[in-house]
């Protein structure tokens, strides 16, 4: 590929839920705990692959000081996407308050989806936002899902930063290694051990040996390889040309688990943010395919990184079989408040970017922006202002098991209590606007009035199949 | 304009009857009310009702008033359902007395009802969240009980209050529940009781939530000329003045959280109207549907300055024996509440109190007393005054 017009990676972004179940948990509970892995990362029960994309490019934007404008491209890459069907970038482009006239893909069905949304990415050319994040599952008394984890990388593709130098791609038919059925979540894999290290093996050095003009790169610094556990990548050293201390340079399965399609990303994000000249990119999809990419950073210059990968909250086994869901029920049957599908339409600026209004007779800010000022009692026509994070805690409640709205009864169940706020949020020239806010409580050892918050996006809540997602609060001090 | 007084009142027990249907509730509330009335009451003299009701359960969402008014063979006469969530009936009364001050009617009955437990706690949850603000408040995963949980937390952090202060609440309310034979939590509680619930939303526990119940309520409300014909107008049950405001449904929107400002405004009204102040009152019934609420309530009412609603409560004023009872009945906390009935029910124990025939609870020489009704957590408020004897202008 001639990579001369392709836009560069600019700046970088990673998000990976703060829930970590140790690998020893898994040894107590199943007698086996997943290869190579330490300990995996567990989405909390508001979080799935579209709140984690949000996270990640939101710190892959204001890294590289973006604010949204210009971007001409998005692309989403994972294997699970929260709606089968559904187009999930509109609502990540509302989330990241992206133009609306950007251009969106999105990538599924395999984990080397991340890396062909970064392909997509460079072939549009232009200012781009390209996402991975994936939190695959598997049966819960398997290899798969002892090895599953979460995470997201985001990039963004402009003028400057690290060079795309070169790319192939290859694939070769190898059915039943892992793979999905139609309408389920789990993924499964027949473990013939030495049939999918060959397929595994043999197609990463497909893509691998095309590379250079077929002249294989070697003295990468980095590799990041895709890693369904942490001893596949290794076994693949020799074929790609690459010590294992590259490997361990762009690995993040140890610490995050198998993160599918946002495995490789989520290396590829790792390297570039400590500064890694040449990089190696190598990402498999079962059935089976590959792709490859070799990075170089230009003239020493840093790419811009925001990185929140670490895990702080390490809850018992049974907690994260609480969060993995399929143990707790659904909703309960009941009737009385409801929200429709297009009331809550309407509140979408409201829901995913706090859009706030400003009163033209008195200049106080009202959230939402409609009905009468709350000030001065007109009747008026609201400024779209946008306020600003943190806010400040006015009021606050922990809701306790039982006492939550039927609407979050799933959540609860599956994640515990959790805290209610009214949150105060200064407007851009003064006033401030008061909004009622959930705050998640993983991490967070006390939360008072007065307390300073920032706000990200989580799954509110679910209501005839349909996901809704909005702002929630996050303690200033435990943000990552 | 005439003045309105309050003929009779009556209601069933609040507390969990599961042999009993909303219908049956109305119909012992209806005709304990009947038979209140000194030298009695044809009802063919009702002239017109208001009833009060939230709906809970969906029994019968559309046309409840007629519902039960038909039912107790009221028939033909005009009925209106009132819906202002946990103050339905209290604005129902004040409905009623607008009906007879005007001269539309000369009989005017308001009432209430609700049946809360005849479904799975699941239910009720849907129930009980249908008085926030949906769109943002509850969509936020707030409850009813996290809303007033909010206002203690800002209540605490700005004044001196305790968690403490709030249980001392649950236990002089209890305390007086025990004696109210109508009551739906008739037992007595200790401070370590009322400490050491469980949490439900911090900083409230189980002891700062009112019960949810069934029961009805209804009085009857007469223009004097009808009152004089059966009885002296100076033994009768006036209402001196009503106040009633609305606020912002969502707490957000309010202007204080460490105030009900919609309870305040209702309260200045209704003091002007019946021509008296806090201090001229002989007993409260207050909407203590939390145990915070009482202590905001008492500064709301102009029973203490801001922020000394603790040491108030700590003074022992508002204890049976004080100066002002707040709550003889036991209130939402220990009396019941179930929502459409409670307004009413409040003004039947003032009238009960101030025709001494409160029994065990009877607050001594009770000449004048208020009631305060507060939708959801603050959305709409409603204070009576209620005084016995014939008086000056009222309003």
């Given at each position: 590929m001639n990579g001369t017009a392709a836009p560069r990676i600019a700046s970088v972004g990673a998000y990976a839920p703060r829930l970590r179940i140790e690998a020893g948990e898994y040894r107590e509970a199943w007698g086996e705990a997943p290869r190579g892995i330490d300990r995996t990362a567990v989405p909390d029960a508001d979080e799935d692959a579209f709140t984690m994309a949000h996270e990640a490019a939101a710190r892959a934007l204001s890294a590289g000081g973006y604010d949204g404008t210009g971007v001409e491209f998005?692309?989403?890459?994972?294997?699970?996407?929260?709606?089968?069907?559904?187009?999930?970038?509109?609502?990540?482009?509302?989330?990241?308050?992206?133009?609306?006239?950007?251009?969106?893909?999105?990538?599924?069905?395999?984990?080397?989806?991340?890396?062909?949304?970064?392909?997509?990415?460079?072939?549009?050319?232009?200012?781009?936002?390209?996402?991975?994040?994936?939190?695959?599952?598997?049966?819960?008394?398997?290899?798969?899902?002892?090895?599953?984890?979460?995470?997201?990388?985001?990039?963004?593709?402009?003028?400057?930063?690290?060079?795309?130098?070169?790319?192939?791609?290859?694939?070769e038919p190898y059915p039943g290694t892992r793979f999905r059925r139609r309408g389920e979540t789990d993924v499964e894999g027949l473990g013939i051990t030495p049939y999918d290290r060959?397929?595994?093996?043999?197609?990463?050095?497909?893509?691998?040996?095309?590379?250079?003009?077929?002249?294989?790169?070697t003295d990468v610094d980095a590799a990041a390889v895709q890693a369904p556990d942490g001893d596949l990548p290794y076994r693949v050293a020799d074929a790609l040309s690459v010590d294992p201390e590259a490997i361990d340079a762009a690995e993040t399965v140890r610490d995050l688990g198998d993160t599918g399609a946002a495995s490789a990303p989520l290396g590829l994000a790792r390297a570039l943010a400590a500064d890694a000249d040449r990089i190696l990119v190598a990402a498999f999809g079962s059935g089976a395919g590959s792709s490859a990419l070799l990075i170089e950073r230009s003239g020493g210059n840093e790419v811009p990184a925001d990185l929140a990968l670490e895990g702080d909250v390490s809850p018992p086994f049974s907690d994260y079989l609480r969060r993995r869901g399929g143990i707790t029920s659904g909703p309960p049957a009941g009737g009385g408040a409801a929200v429709s599908v297009p009331t809550w339409r309407r509140t979408l600026p409201q829901r995913h970017r706090l859009v706030a209004g400003k009163c033209p007779e008195c200049g106080a800010l009202a959230f939402p922006p409609e009905g009468a000022c709350r000030d001065c009692a007109e009747l008026v026509e609201y400024e779209a202002v946008r306020p600003a994070d943190p806010g400040r805690v006015q009021a606050v409640t922990t809701i306790e098991r039982g006492g939550e709205p039927p609407?979050?009864?799933?959540?609860?169940?599956?994640?515990?209590?959790?805290?209610?706020?009214?949150?105060?949020?200064?407007?851009?020239?003064?006033?401030?606007?008061?909004?009622?806010?959930?705050?998640?409580?993983?991490?967070?050892?006390?939360?008072?009035?007065?307390?300073?918050?920032?706000?990200?996006?989580?799954?509110?809540?679910?209501?005839?199949?349909?996901?809704?997602?909005?702002?929630?609060?996050?303690?200033?001090?435990?943000?990552? | 304009m005439r003045d309105a007084y309050i003929v009779g009142a009556g209601q069933s027990p609040f507390g969990a009857f599961p042999e009993e249907s909303y219908r049956s509730l109305f119909r012992t509330a209806y005709e304990r009310a009947v038979e209140s009335v000194p030298d009695g009451i044809d009802p063919d003299a009702i002239d017109e009702a208001f009833v009060g009701t939230l709906g809970v359960g969906g029994r019968q969402i559309g046309l409840s008033g007629p519902a039960v008014t038909e039912f107790v063979g009221l028939d033909g006469i005009p009925c209106t359902r009132v819906e202002n969530a946990c103050a339905a009936s209290g604005f129902a009364v004040r409905s009623a007395v607008q009906a007879v001050r005007s001269g539309m009617a000369d009989v005017a009955l308001a009432g209430g009802f609700e049946v809360m437990t005849d479904m799975s706690a699941d239910?009720?949850?849907?129930?009980?969240?249908?008085?926030?603000?949906?769109?943002?408040?509850?969509?936020?995963?707030?409850?009813?009980?996290?809303?007033?949980?909010?206002?203690?937390?800002?209540?605490l952090n700005e004044y001196d209050a305790t968690p403490e202060d709030l249980a001392r609440v649950a236990v002089k309310n209890h305390a007086n529940g025990a004696r109210n034979p109508d009551a739906h939590l008739d037992f007595e509680c200790s401070l370590?009781?009322?400490?050491?619930?469980?949490?439900?939303?911090?900083?409230?526990?189980?002891?700062?939530?009112?019960?949810?119940?069934?029961?009805?309520?209804?009085?009857?409300?007469a223009g004097e000329e009808v009152?004089?014909?059966?009885?002296?107008?100076?033994?009768?049950?006036?209402?001196?003045?009503?106040?009633?405001?609305?606020?912002?449904?969502?707490?957000?929107?309010?202007?204080?959280?460490?105030?009900?400002?919609?309870?305040?405004?209702?309260?200045d009204r209704a003091y002007e109207r019946a021509g008296v102040g806090?201090?001229?009152?002989?007993?409260?019934?207050?909407?203590?549907?939390?145990?915070?609420?009482?202590?905001?309530?008492?500064?709301?009412?102009?029973?203490?300055?801001?922020?000394e609603g603790a040491d108030l409560l700590a003074s022992g004023d508002t204890t049976l024996d004080g100066d002002l009872p707040v709550n003889p009945s036991g209130g939402l906390k220990a009396k019941g509440h179930p929502i459409g009935a409670t307004g009413t029910g409040q003004i039947i124990e003032v009238v009960k109190q101030l025709r001494g025939e409160a029994d065990d609870r009877q607050v001594p020489d009770a000449n004048r007393a208020l009631t305060h009704n507060v939708g959801g957590s603050g959305g709409a408020a409603v204070v009576h005054v209620l005084e016995r004897g014939a008086g000056g202008e009222g309003g």
């Open positions: 998005l692309a989403f890459g994972t294997t699970t996407p929260p709606m089968a069907e559904e187009e999930l970038t509109a609502r990540l482009r509302s989330t990241l308050d992206l133009p609306e006239g950007v251009a969106t893909r999105t990538h599924t069905g395999s984990t080397r989806s991340g890396v062909a949304a970064l392909a997509a990415g460079l072939d549009a050319g232009g200012r781009g936002l390209v996402v991975a994040s994936d939190c695959p599952e598997g049966a819960p008394d398997g290899d798969l899902e002892r090895a599953a984890g979460a995470g997201a990388a985001a990039f963004v593709l402009d003028d400057d930063g690290a060079t795309v130098v070169d790319r192939a791609t290859y694939t060959t397929a595994f093996r043999e197609t990463l050095a497909g893509a691998f040996d095309r590379l250079d003009g077929g002249e294989a790169p609407e979050f009864v799933p959540q609860q169940s599956r994640g515990g209590p959790y805290a209610v706020a009214v949150v105060a949020f200064d407007g851009p020239d003064g006033g401030t606007a008061s909004v009622p806010m959930q705050v998640p409580l993983a991490g967070v050892d006390s939360l008072s009035v007065g307390d300073a918050v920032e706000t990200t996006i989580r799954r509110i809540y679910e209501d005839e199949g349909v996901i809704r997602y909005g702002r929630k609060a996050v303690p200033a001090n435990v943000r990552r | 239910a009720v949850r849907y129930w009980l969240g249908v008085s926030g603000e949906t769109e943002w408040e509850r969509m936020a995963g707030t409850t009813f009980a996290g809303v007033y949980a909010q206002m203690a937390s800002a209540y370590d009781d009322a400490r050491d619930a469980p949490e439900v939303a911090s900083p409230l526990g189980l002891y700062d939530c009112c019960p949810v119940s069934d029961g009805a309520a209804v009085v009857l409300v009152v004089e014909s059966h009885a002296p107008l100076d033994e009768a049950i006036r209402v001196a003045g009503i106040g009633a405001a609305s606020d912002r449904v969502g707490l957000p929107d309010r202007d204080s959280y460490t105030s009900i400002p919609a309870s305040a405004r209702a309260a806090p201090d001229d009152l002989d007993l409260a019934e207050l909407h203590d549907c939390f145990t915070v609420a009482e202590l905001i309530a008492y500064e709301d009412l102009g029973f203490c300055e801001r922020g």
